[in-house]
């Protein structure tokens, strides 16, 4: 099983950003960790395989917090069983001791996200760390023992020319990290970048999206990254194995407020506001406001939707005749070969992955 704790806070809600996220505010940060403790003691009853802390801003919380949530893991999970511990982690959070303390508390792997080295893209963001800052934060990683390290970079933002990230690109592999998500911004409800293109002050480009999206593969491939889902490179041996289990869809449980789980084909979600998701656990042991079952169907169309961002592909026999002579035409088109009567898409079809799952669906 793979488990994902959602830590919502951040020092400055970026404009990009869909997910449940805010400030520091009326809820206090350690009543916070120990509902999530709680929770976690409450839900995880199954040998574990990965962690991942996401948010928000994991890295911001402070060293006696992060001691007193790893605590309670470390009372529910065996980390000696574990394949990897990923934090995400926001360069101008943390310093060596801090980054130290990570590794000592089982972190394997820490995902930064930089988003940019150009200093006017990193404005446009909100992002509050500077390019210098990015770099250094490699470094101090490196220097504090994090076996792995992953850069989060992110292409077609607005003002970013071609030149802006390529040269963005050559610096993360100048910096030789393990891993280097690179994603197309997309423009997600309830942000402020939604907002501007809903005035018509941003616009999205699906020519200028394939574009920097080629870009990446170029270089970084050439880099020595295996490419191998839509958004992820890396070098050999340092494949995420948490999200590479989401990808194939096994199951996974979410913690703390907003997260998700999938469990036994059951799809659950827990309240998305941290007062709420403190006072539920306290008061009921939980904080699941909805669920659903995912029938053989819908499991099957995620399966067709994640699996084909990656170079595993999907089995043939997941699509049904009509889909799969559409296979059949794509490799064809050079969009996508069949091997061992599986669909792995290839060259420009990597670009196409949307379009092309839901022509298979």
Known sequence: MLIYLHIPFCHRVCPYCSFYKHTPGATPIGEFIDALAAEARQR??????????????????????????????????????????????????????????????GVTRVSLGIQSFTPHVLQTLGREHSVEQASEAVAILRAAGIPQVNIDLMFSIPGQSKADWESTLRHAVSLEPDHISAYNLTYEEDTAFFESLRRGEMRENEDHDAEFFHLADDILTSAGFDHYETSNYAKPGCHSSHNRG????????????????????????????????????????????????????????????????????????????????????????????????????????RALVDPIAAELV
Request: hydrophobic share 40%.
């Open 44 to 105: 995880i009853s199954t040998q574990t395989r990965t962690i991942y802390l996401g948010g928000g801003t994991p890295s911001m919380l402070s060293p006696a917090h992060l001691k007193r949530l790893f605590s309670a893991l470390h009372e529910t999970i065996d980390f000696t069983q574990l394949d990897e511990v990923t934090l995400e982690a926001n360069p101008a959070t943390f310093d060596v001791e801090k980054a130290r303390l990570f590794r000592d508390l």
């Open 246 to 349: 989401y990808w194939r869809g096994e199951d996974y449980l979410g913690l703390g407020p907003s997260a998700v789980s999938t469990l036994e084909g059951i799809r659950s979600k827990n309240v998305p506001d941290t007062a709420r998701y403190v006072a539920q656990i306290q008061a009921i042991g939980n904080a699941t406001v909805e669920s659903e079952f995912l029938d053989a169907e819908a499991r099957r169309l995620e399966r067709i939707a994640l699996g084909l961002r990656t170079t595993e592909g999907i089995p043939l026999n997941l699509l049904d005749a009509a889909a799969r002579a559409r296979a059949r035409t794509l490799a064809d088109e050079a969009l996508a070969r069949i091997d061992d009567d599986r669909l792995i898409l290839i060259h420009h079809g």
